[in-house]
């Protein structure tokens, strides 16, 4: 990481503290000193420390995005690592998974180095390395997880790709189970979802879009789930975006199998409506697809009572160029991380869908968990990874002024209520009311 | 009088007085193509661009003609495009056809909602001249012309669509136009291209050609695409006609003076007998005039229309 020399203490006062990990839900100071959590307390005194006043504002564990697209090496003008770092501060995420479908891909140890070589000269927040599970993103082969795992990825992943060869997945969950690190699938049977650039459903009629089924990531789902039960490998299903897949995991809980998923903001939130009421705007476009209503209810019921244990932003930026061309032809994806928190805020929380507490569980210690990181609380002698959020704090969606350079995002204009207002990484403070200061 | 909307892109979103406002003005239009001497001055010194990515002789040459026949002068631009675009990007196109100063684009494009994506970039009128598996609403509305033309009405006439549902622009702008006219529409087709929740558009949906057709007052008959054969969305074309085709004896279950439409060119034999398509019934050859009648009103309505009045 970017960030150097030791931090000055940060003593964050008044402020309602939500660090679901410890079941903490109350107003607290917290004492940050030599880049980890110091002390939680009542009335804690500042001893030469720096006094943040967070009266008012929610105090989280850092926010973990395991869901990324840096696009560098390869594509950096797109993103890069210092964009899309800066994008993740802004948005208060202090640590990013940086998913593997750059150019090369991130399919060796020695990609994985490089990855954190890059963070450690560029980025402003953690960025941890996930990687692929076949050799070049190709779905035949095995990559070299074990060294991988050993370099430091965290997860692996050919996401971009669904692992559409069953026996390819079977081989990577019994492999990949020596390591105890998850598959990360984004699960869509190929032949289900050809040519398709939207959901099948009433507004694919109406455009004359050609849709994707529900189906076609269910039933990957559905395989997935059967492969980890026969292999007992972890499977973690990237931005599920359907009923189907939420009662499929459902089952797999039930049945007490290794099975996680992950959600995005934009799924929980928008629906396919979007792209008949924008004209087919191309900023609607992303992969998975903007669901149903009933695909969106059903996605909220299931992160609320915790059957979907993760948001995670699959933040795809993209260059204008990929988005200003006819529908078809335009990039999938949307430019996530800066829009997340007042998103989900404004959308479930001030609706009263989800409760603060567990949104920011779903953000903080449900992806440690998947991941098995140490991350995402506030406990005394963890990294002093720190979120301010100002719940009523009331903005409009501006992509010109976005640190990412992916502008592409179907909420431009949009007035949001629920901003972060302060990125505190490893105690350095990267991010004051929008500003990134690294 | 004027159209509420600077563009034509579809008719789902044109109002039913746009709708009402263009078939009438068709009607004066159509007896100029009749005349001797085929040229009014109504366009004069007004530049019409049609932009074809996709070859259609048949729509092209009605627009030409409509513009012609009022004197507006035309520019051609048909380009071969493939699925991975090369070259100069739409966006781009529509930015030299502003400078060159058009007054108005009609364009032909295989991809859905690329009539309303070049609208957003250019400030002149865009006419959808069919976009993808989206709308051609310059043919739904030729379509009503032709039938409130013989029938005397749109009100209440039931109107049986056949075929490809699924890809076809020219169904959906049928089912928006004839359903805000208040008539009954009923689509059909086999299962696989039927698009799914077609009856929230507010039609009957049936695989049955014969409940489809029986007592409707227009029978419009679909082209079939018969590469959609070799992605397997139907067997064999051998087939389709047994199930779908429309012969005599299908068309007999319709009413006795029900028309028979189709948008052309025709697969005889395979979506439409031969027998069916030259008897008296048929308005194939009718639509084709109309198609002229309506471009011309279309045209008169967006650039010439608003400054006589
Ligand atoms: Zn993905």
Redesign the pocket.
Known sequence: MKLRGKPEPLLIRGGRVIDPAQGIDAELDLLLEDGRVKQLGHGLEPDGARVVEARGLWVVPGLIDM?VHLREPGEEWKEDIASGTRAAAAGGFTTVCAMPNTRPPVDDAPMVNSVLARAAEKAVVHVLPVGAVTRGLEGKELAEMGDMAEAGAVAFSD??HPIADAEVMRCALEYGRMFGKPIID?CQDPSLSREAVMHLGYWSTVLGLRGMPAAAEEVMVARDIILSRLTGGKVHI??ASTRGTVELLRQARAEGLPVTAEVTPVHLCLTDALVHEMAYDTRTKV?PPLRSAEDVAALRLALAGGIIGVVAT?HAPHHQDDKEVEYNYAAFGISGLETAVPLLITELVHTGIISPEILVERMTAGPARVLSLSAGTLRVGSTADVTLIDPGLEKAVEPERFYSKGKNTPLAGRLLRGWPVLTVVAGHIVMRDGEVLV | MKLASRDILSLEEMPREDIELILDTAHSMKEIIYRPIKKVPTLRGKTVVTLFYEASTRTRTSFELAAKYMSADTVSIATATSSVQKGETLKDTARTLRVMGSDCVIMRHPVSGSCHFLARVLDIPVINGGDGMHEHPTQGLLDMFTMREKKGRLEGLRVAIIGDIYHSRVARSNIWGLGKMGAKVVVCGPATLLPPEIERMGVQATTRVEEAVEGADVVMVLRLQLERQQRGLFPSSREYSRLWGITRERLNLAKPDALLMHPGPMNRGIEISTEVADSPQSTIEDQVTNGVAVRMAILYLLLGGGEEK
Request: glycine share 12%.
């Open positions: 869901h996401d971009g984004h990237a931005h992969n699959d």
